[in-house]
Structures are given as C-alpha cells and as structure tokens.
C-alpha cells in the first residue's frame, strides 16, 4: 500500500480533468481516483470498486483506474479478474513499475511464476530503488528454485529499506528452504521485532524452530500468529505439525480440521491429518483424507506417498507400489520416496526389484540411513548375508541411534552362528528402544541357541518381555461373556504369520484340517503378506479366515473378542511375525502357545503350553509362566505328498560315510562341532554334509568352514549345500547315511524330515528345552536308544552306527514304516488328542467361579 501511495501522489497532477457525477455534485477524475484510493485504504472495497467503475465508463482506458480495480480484485480473491485490470493499465503505461510489480504479484497469485518474474524483473529495471519489487522479485525466484537469487532479491531490498519487514520475513523463508535455519530464526526474530503483529513472521518462525527440531518452542510462535489471525489456515496446520510431533495426536487431529474448514481447498491439512490418523491407527481414515488431499491437489507427492504408506499398512500391496510410483513421477530425486517403494516391493516378496529401488535411492543420497538399513532387509532376504551385514553397518555408522538396524543387524550375526555378537546387537537395539517388542523376542530366540544359556535363564528373558510389553495390556484385560457350557461346539482361533510353506506348516497344518467339525469351529489369524499354495490349503480347512497383516494388537485383539473365540492358540512364539502382544490382551477365556517355537512365552495371560514330558521335564516346569500341557508328543509330523521314495543307505554303493545336519547353521555351535571332529576323525574316509539356505552366501559359506577347520574339520571333509526346492532338499538324505542333531537346539522338522527319509538321527539332550526337541520325537518314536546325555555317548553312538553298515541299512528300510504306525506320523490319532486336551481345559475354564 505504502507504494500506491507513492504512486497517486506523484501522478494526481498529470492525470487529465473531466467531470463526473458523484451524489449530486461533480468531482474531476483525479479528485475520484484520489477518493477511491483513499477507500480502497481503509479497507471499503465494494465503495472504492463503484467509483473505479464510474471512472472507467468515462474513460476506459484510464490506467490508474484499471490499476486499482486490479488492486480490489487481489484483495477480493478475483485473481484472474485483477491481473486482466492490470495488464490492461500495463498495456497503457508499460513503463510504469508499480503496475508491473502489481501485474507480478496478480500472476503469483495465479502461480504464474515465470511471468511474475518477467514483471518484477521489468519493475526493478525501470525503478531501482523500489523496494517492494526486489521483496517481490525474490518471491517468484524462490518458487521457480533460484534459492541464491532470491536470496540476493532480498538483500537488496533491505540494503534500500534496512527495517522493511516483509523482506526480513522473506529472506528468513528463503534461507529456510536453503537449509540455513540459523540464520532464517534470525531473519524471523527481526521481522516480528520491526512489525510485532505480523503474523506471517510468527507463523514463520514457527516453521524454522519445528525444522530446527524445537517443536515446545514454536508452539507459542504458531499460537501468537493465531491471536493475531484467528482465520490463517496454514498457521492451524503448522500448529498441528508441532503438536504431532510432540505426541498430542488428539490436539494436533483438531487443528488440522480447523485449517480445512477455513480454507476448504487448502491440501496440506488433509495430508497432515492423514499422518496423525495414520500415526493413531485410524488408517481407513487416513486413507480418505489422503485420496481428499490428491483431489485437491492431484501433483501433491508427499500426499501420494503417505496413501502409499496407508495402503501398505493395510496390506494392499499392489495399490500401495502404484501410489509410490506416481509420487515418484512427480519427485522423480526424492530418495525417502525410492527407499519406500523398495519397502513396498519387498513385502511383495519382490526382492530384485526391492534392491533396484534402495540403490536408486543411495544413488541419490549416499548417506541415506534408511536406505542403507532396507538394502540390508532385501540383501539379508536373498541370502547375502555379508553384503547385508556391511549396509547395516553403513546404517549405524551414519545413524548410530537406529534401534531397527541393530536388531537386524543381530538377526544377520544370528543366522551366521555369531551368537555373542547378536546379543550384543539386540541389548543395544533394547538400550535405544525399551520397547522394542520384537528385538526383544529375538534376543529371546538368541538365548534358546547359546551353550550356556539354562532354562531358568531363558524362562526369566521371557518373564522380563512380558513385564516390559505385555503385563499393562493384560492387567486391563476385561472379562469374557462367553457362555460356560463344556460341551457345547467350540471356537478355535490359530494364529500365525506361517500360515504358508514353512516348516511349521507340516505339523500344525493337517492338525487344523483334521479338526472334527462338529465340535469345533475353526478362525485363522494370518499374517502372512505373501501366500502360496499352502495358504490356500489352511485357508480352505478354516471356517473363518481373517488377514491380519496391517492390523494393529488392539484392533486384532478386539476383532478376536468380537469373533467370540473360546480357545486361542498362538503357533508361533517369540519367532519372527508373532502377535504375542495381542495374547498379552487376553482376548480369548483360554489361551495356549503350541508347535511353533515351542519353547514358552513368559506370558502370564498365556494359560497353557502344549509340551510333553521328555521336551519339558516336571522338574523344570516351575520356571514356566504357562502351564505345561502333555501331549503324545510336542509335535506331529505329515510329510508332504511329493516326498521321495527311501533311498538305499549310501555308504553300501561304495560312497564315503557321510554324516549330515539339514539345520540352520546358528544351532551349530563350537561344543557341537568339537564332537563332529572326534567323531570324523574316528572313521577314516568320512565326511559332513551341511545344508541350510544360508550356506549359498559366500561369505557366510567361508566363514562356516573357518570354524569347521578351527575344530579340526578340512575342506575335505566338508560338504556345504545352500537352498533348494523342497523336494530336491529331501532328495539330499539319500546322501546321508547318519543324521547328527546340533546343540544346544536340536532339529524339530528337521528331525522328522531326515527320520521320514530313513535316516536315524542320534542326538544330545542338554538341560534346555530346545536342547530335547530331537529327544522328545525319538522317545514318541520308541528310539530312545539314540538320545546321548553326555559328550562322550554322543560320540560314541554315532560311531556305533556308523560302523554298523548293515544295521543303519535295516534302519533305513524300517524307519518310515515305524514312524508311520506311531503318533508321530499318525495325525488324526495326534489330532484326536489335541481335541481331547481342548475340551480338557475349556471344562476346566467353565468351571471355574464366576464373579
């Protein structure tokens, strides 16, 4: 304004007389254009307009006048209408700088940011010393990208105008998106000490302390620029940005409704609220308010990601990767937006492109933790176990205080046998995050696979997770409504992230197919992302199938309530994808954990544990937070149909006597490996074979065979096999002629794979209960003379066996016969039993006195 003043004070003399009628008396059109700009001053438009109006019927071409309805037409919002006013008046006088400078900022309003720039540029050439075009001209530079112009647009109005306040404004918003936030929060502080009621500048120094991550402090800044301007939208939206950060969800959730509701056609707030509701796990909301701020603003990419990160969460997969590349099409250089693609493409089980994708991501910024850490998923995914360990150690060196990648870096040392170093990796990812559930369940799998690790140890690990993540859950826990009565059908809720080709899947699978379905109703929880045939199988032997993958604890414990199930039975453990901490809720009146990892939660909302009494002895079951159920057997087996034929015993065609292990190389450990040598050596001519999908690494492979030669064991010797399909890897007992179990885990599946294929497994029973998994499935089987309690009998039945050819030959062609006709292998008789434990503990639920 302070330019049209200028402006009309220097024209008034040179502007021609004529009359013209106002009221009842007749003023010349300089004295008119005098009084509506005075009007137009005092904030009157609709007066101010009529007189412009009267003017331009007089004369049409009288530029002032065009000049100051364009004016009006900016204030009033009539953007298009003002800039053709004031092109017109442009068009009468084009060397006039105040009306380019006007004609600018009509386009700025128009987002015609290249022909402001032309206008201002012409303004500032024509009248150097005007001030407010060079503020001007910096605006429409910082909105095409020319950062360092812009900022010396703006220095240069300050170096004419030392207190204009507008400009302070602007360079602090310039140097704020040129990263320069120090020196921006100086610029701010100066504006709103020249113009103490400038909102903007309040508004904006908000900004630059939230960017500086001061959130407490611009708070105040946000909320001063609303006392001053109750109305401006973007100040209620930056609140909220503030108030998100700072946790206050609900707060943040009510100003990003009072931004829209001010400014309907505003998009930020919809994202932003998106972002809270997606961060309160209303994520069908924040879906909708995504899809709103793309209405608005179909070229909005953060929008577009964050409906990707929304549609990811509720598991649909395909959408998701769609948002993504589109957010990328319009930010085709935003690494955050390739990284999570690779996010996406990875729970699609799409690894290669998932690498594609981190590695376009580092390309654009090398030093890009996230990036890093999600390669390190995809590489440890596809068997590259070194190359994953190096990315996870890139993460943490440019990220130290990263919870996840330290956990995923154990899980990398882990499936390696680099046992002490994983802990250490999972007690610093729980040092940085103490609730960190899932690190914590890992540190937990850790300790099953650690020599000197006992079972009170273990047992309290798993009572001091509950404590730390469950016990306030299960504290709250409300009563269950379902009716009492024991012999009435029964619903039983399985659930698990292996509901697929696993090999859990060969022992829970036929349990729930074989169901009697007169008497129980069977609901599957299933987490898995990815299905496959064995999905559809479960899928088709369930009554109810339910995804949860997306699904928080509370909503999945909630929809179990709602489901109405009388026995909920976790199949998975601490392993990877459990959902312990909805069991921690109590949504079921009989909760037990069976067949997974079977080895106890530390729940004390965890009723049961179905075990028998070899796995866990009557002596050690004190140290359990679950009662321990017997079954027959802890598990069952049902081999697949594709299974191949027994083949003859190797070693009677001539072959060297080959000892195997088919089991993750972490269960081998260096006591173990010390007993393979003796034994090894013992029997000239003989060797190990060692298969595990993680072999296929090379890295891991060398170092697997360092260790073997630290004991003793050559190349030579040594056998080393990677992955395979599932029928090819039964294929390869027909190689083997005597199983080895390793220590402190022995095999579960694993076990029963090698006993199904003719190969008798000789084991060593420890004080642990995955030390007695083998041990528990060789007592069912009757073979009890194949468990060792001691180094020396572990040694010394191995070699009894293998110097025995013939008796391992009549082995070989008895075993799946004799593994058949037991309860092992006989799973409806397996299935009968679980059904008779079931009806066992709901009795016992609805017996008991009710409140």
């Given at each position: 304004?302070?330019?049209?003043?200028?402006?009309?004070?220097?024209?008034?003399?040179?502007v021609g007389v004529h009359g013209m009628s106002q009221g009842s008396r007749s003023v010349a059109i300089p004295q008119a254009v005098q009084i509506a700009f005075e009007l137009l001053e005092a904030g009157n438009l609709q007066k101010a307009q009529t007189i412009l109006l009267q003017i331009l019927e007089v004369e049409p071409d009288h530029p002032d006048a065009l000049h100051l309805l364009g004016i009006?037409?900016?204030?009033?919002?009539?953007?298009?209408?003002?800039?053709?006013?004031?092109?017109?008046?442009?068009?009468?006088?084009?060397?006039?700088?105040?009306?380019?400078?006007?004609?600018?900022?009509?386009?700025?309003?128009?987002?015609?940011?290249?022909?402001?720039?032309?206008?201002?540029?012409?303004?500032?050439?024509?009248?150097?010393?005007?001030?407010?075009?060079?503020?001007?001209?910096?605006?429409?530079?910082?909105?095409?990208?020319?950062?360092?112009?812009?900022?010396?647009?703006?220095?240069?109005?300050?170096?004419?105008?030392?207190?204009?306040?507008?400009?302070?404004?602007?360079?602090?918003?310039?140097?704020?998106?040129?990263?320069?936030?120090?020196?921006?929060?100086?610029?701010?502080?100066?504006?709103?000490?020249?113009?103490?009621?400038?909102?903007?500048?309040?508004?904006?120094?908000?900004?630059?302390?939230?960017?500086?991550?001061?959130?407490?402090?611009?708070?105040?800044?946000?909320?001063?620029?609303?006392?001053?301007?109750?109305?401006?939208?973007?100040?209620?939206?930056?609140?909220?940005?503030?108030?998100?950060?700072?946790?206050?969800?609900?707060?943040?959730?009510?100003?990003?409704?009072?931004?829209?509701?001010?400014?309907?056609?505003?998009?930020?707030?919809?994202?932003?609220?998106?972002?809270?509701?997606?961060?309160?796990?209303?994520?069908?909301?924040?879906?909708?308010?995504?899809?709103?701020?793309?209405?608005?603003?179909?070229?909005?990419?953060?929008?577009?990601?964050?409906?990707?990160?929304?549609?990811?969460?509720?598991?649909?997969?395909?959408?998701?990767?769609?948002?993504?590349?589109?957010?990328?099409?319009?930010?085709?250089?935003?690494?955050?937006?390739?990284?999570?693609?690779?996010?996406?493409?990875?729970?699609?089980?799409?690894?290669?492109?998932?690498?594609?994708?981190?590695?376009?991501?580092?390309?654009?910024?090398?030093?890009?933790?996230?990036?890093?850490?999600?390669?390190?998923?995809?590489?440890?995914?596809?068997?590259?176990?070194?190359?994953?360990?190096?990315?996870?150690?890139?993460?943490?060196?440019?990220?130290?205080?990263?919870?996840?990648?330290?956990?995923?870096?154990?899980?990398?040392?882990?499936?390696?046998?680099?046992?002490?170093?994983?802990?250490?990796?999972?007690?610093?990812?729980?040092?940085?995050?103490?609730?960190?559930?899932?690190?914590?369940?890992?540190?937990?799998?850790?300790?099953?696979?650690?020599?000197?690790?006992?079972?009170?140890?273990?047992?309290?690990?798993?009572?001091?997770?509950?404590?730390?993540?469950?016990?306030?859950?299960?504290?709250?826990?409300?009563?269950?409504?379902?009716?009492?009565?024991?012999?009435?059908?029964?619903?039983?809720?399985?659930?698990?992230?292996?509901?697929?080709?696993?090999?859990?899947?060969?022992?829970?699978?036929?349990?729930?197919?074989?169901?009697?379905?007169?008497?129980?109703?069977?609901?599957?929880?299933?987490?898995?992302?990815?299905?496959?045939?064995?999905?559809?199988?479960?899928?088709?032997?369930?009554?109810?199938?339910?995804?949860?993958?997306?699904?928080?604890?509370?909503?999945?414990?909630?929809?179990?309530?709602?489901?109405?199930?009388?026995?909920?039975?976790?199949?998975?453990?601490?392993?990877?994808?459990?959902?312990?901490?909805?069991?921690?809720?109590?949504?079921?009146?009989?909760?037990?954990?069976?067949?997974?990892?079977?080895?106890?939660?530390?729940?004390?909302?965890?009723?049961?544990?179905?075990?028998?009494?070899?796995?866990?002895?009557?002596?050690?079951?004190?140290?359990?937070?679950?009662?321990?159920?017997?079954?027959?057997?802890?598990?069952?087996?049902?081999?697949?149909?594709?299974?191949?034929?027994?083949?003859?015993?190797?070693?009677?065609?001539?072959?060297?006597?080959?000892?195997?292990?088919?089991?993750?190389?972490?269960?081998?450990?260096?006591?173990?490996?010390?007993?393979?040598?003796?034994?090894?050596?013992?029997?000239?001519?003989?060797?190990?074979?060692?298969?595990?999908?993680?072999?296929?690494?090379?890295?891991?492979?060398?170092?697997?065979?360092?260790?073997?030669?630290?004991?003793?064991?050559?190349?030579?010797?040594?056998?080393?096999?990677?992955?395979?399909?599932?029928?090819?890897?039964?294929?390869?007992?027909?190689?083997?002629?005597?199983?080895?179990?390793?220590?402190?885990?022995?095999?579960?599946?694993?076990?029963?794979?090698?006993?199904?294929?003719?190969?008798?497994?000789?084991?060593?029973?420890?004080?642990?209960?995955?030390?007695?998994?083998?041990?528990?499935?060789?007592?069912?089987?009757?073979?009890?003379?194949?468990?060792?309690?001691?180094?020396?009998?572990?040694?010394?039945?191995?070699?009894?066996?293998?110097?025995?050819?013939?008796?391992?030959?009549?082995?070989?062609?008895e075993l799946r016969t004799c593994m058949a006709g037991s309860i092992l292998g006989d799973v409806p008789a397996y299935t009968r039993a679980v059904e008779s434990s079931y009806r066992t503990l709901w009795r016992r639920w609805c017996e008991r006195p009710r409140p």
């Amino acid at each position: 304004m302070a330019a049209l003043v200028r402006e009309y004070g220097e024209r008034e003399g040179r502007v021609g007389v004529h009359g013209m009628s106002q009221g009842s008396r007749s003023v010349a059109i300089p004295q008119a254009v005098q009084i509506a700009f005075e009007l137009l001053e005092a904030g009157n438009l609709q007066k101010a307009q009529t007189i412009l109006l009267q003017i331009l019927e007089v004369e049409p071409d009288h530029p002032d006048a065009l000049h100051l309805l364009g004016i009006i037409g900016l204030q009033a919002g009539d953007f298009e209408r003002a800039r053709e006013a004031i092109a017109k008046a442009v068009d009468l006088e084009p060397s006039n700088p105040y009306f380019l400078n006007s004609l600018g900022n009509a386009c700025l309003k128009l987002n015609r940011d290249v022909d402001a720039e032309s206008c201002f540029r012409r303004s500032v050439a024509l009248a150097p010393e005007y001030f407010e075009a060079h503020n001007n001209l910096a605006t429409a530079l910082k909105r095409l990208g020319g950062l360092e112009e812009a900022e010396r647009s703006c220095r240069g109005a300050l170096a004419l105008q030392p207190d204009y306040a507008e400009a302070h404004n602007n360079l602090a918003n310039t140097l704020f998106e040129m990263g320069r936030l120090e020196e921006a929060e100086q610029c701010c502080d100066r504006a709103v000490a020249l113009k103490p009621d400038f909102a903007e500048a309040h508004n904006n120094r908000g900004n630059v302390l939230w960017k500086l991550g001061r959130p407490d402090e611009a708070e105040p800044c946000y909320r001063k620029a609303l006392v001053l301007r109750p109305d401006y939208a973007e100040a209620h939206s930056n609140l909220g940005n503030a108030l998100f950060d700072m946790g206050r969800l609900e707060q943040a959730e009510q100003c990003y409704r009072r931004a829209f509701a001010l400014k309907p056609d505003y998009a930020r707030p919809y994202c932003n609220l998106a972002n809270t509701l997606l961060k309160m796990e209303r994520v069908e909301e924040a879906e909708q308010n995504y899809r709103r701020a793309i209405a608005l603003q179909p070229g909005y990419s953060e929008a577009h990601g964050g409906l990707a990160v929304a549609l990811r969460t509720l598991g649909r997969l395909e959408e998701a990767e769609r948002s993504w590349r589109r957010a990328l099409e319009l930010k085709p250089d935003h690494a955050e937006a390739h990284s999570s693609l690779g996010s996406t493409l990875f729970e699609m089980g799409r690894f290669g492109d998932a690498e594609r994708s981190y590695l376009q991501a580092l390309a654009l910024q090398p030093d890009h933790a996230e990036a890093h850490y999600n390669l390190g998923l995809a590489l440890s995914h596809t068997g590259r176990l070194e190359d994953a360990e190096r990315h996870y150690r890139r993460a943490l060196e440019l990220k130290p205080a990263f919870p996840e990648a330290h956990d995923n870096l154990g899980s990398v040392l882990s499936h390696i046998g680099r046992l002490e170093e994983a802990l250490t990796c999972y007690r610093g990812a729980l040092a940085l995050k103490p609730d960190y559930a899932e690190a914590h369940s890992n540190l937990i799998f850790v300790l099953d696979l650690l020599e000197h690790c006992d079972t009170p140890e273990q047992q309290e690990e798993r009572r001091r997770w509950y404590v730390q993540h469950g016990r306030v859950f299960g504290h709250s826990a409300s009563p269950h409504d379902n009716s009492p009565d024991p012999a009435r059908k029964l619903r039983i809720g399985y659930v698990s992230a292996d509901f697929r080709r696993h090999s859990a899947y060969y022992i829970f699978a036929p349990i729930i197919r074989l169901q009697h379905r007169s008497a129980f109703e069977v609901i599957c929880y299933s987490g898995v992302k990815n299905e496959d045939d064995a999905t559809l199988v479960i899928r088709e032997s369930a009554h109810w199938w339910r995804s949860t993958s997306g699904i928080s604890d509370e909503s999945l414990a909630e929809q179990i309530r709602s489901d109405r199930i009388d026995i909920l039975v976790d199949l998975s453990g601490h392993s990877a994808g459990n959902r312990l901490l909805v069991f921690a809720r109590k949504p079921a009146p009989v909760q037990i954990t069976a067949w997974g990892h079977a080895t106890g939660t530390g729940l004390e909302t965890m009723d049961y544990f179905f075990a028998d009494p070899v796995l866990v002895p009557e002596s050690e079951r004190q140290y359990f937070s679950e009662e321990v159920i017997d079954l027959p057997c802890c598990i069952c087996y049902e081999p697949p149909e594709y299974a191949p034929a027994v083949s003859p015993l190797p070693s009677l065609a001539g072959t060297p006597l080959t000892f195997g292990c088919l089991n993750r190389i972490e269960k081998i450990s260096g006591r173990i490996l010390g007993l393979w040598a003796q034994i090894l050596g013992a029997v000239p001519n003989s060797r190990i074979l060692i298969k595990d999908s993680r072999i296929e690494d090379s890295g891991t492979r060398e170092q697997l065979l360092r260790r073997l030669a630290g004991h003793g064991i050559g190349r030579e010797r040594v056998c080393l096999l990677g992955p395979s399909p599932h029928i090819e890897h039964l294929k390869i007992y027909g190689e083997v002629d005597l199983a080895l179990d390793p220590f402190p885990h022995g095999g579960g599946v694993s076990s029963m794979e090698a006993l199904w294929m003719g190969v008798p497994v000789v084991t060593l029973v420890g004080s642990t209960t995955p030390s007695r998994l083998t041990a528990s499935i060789l007592t069912a089987l009757g073979k009890q003379d194949w468990i060792a309690r001691s180094d020396d009998e572990y040694v010394g039945k191995a070699l009894d066996m293998a110097g025995d050819l013939p008796r391992l030959a009549h082995i070989r062609k008895e075993l799946r016969t004799c593994m058949a006709g037991s309860i092992l292998g006989d799973v409806p008789a397996y299935t009968r039993a679980v059904e008779s434990s079931y009806r066992t503990l709901w009795r016992r639920w609805c017996e008991r006195p009710r409140p």
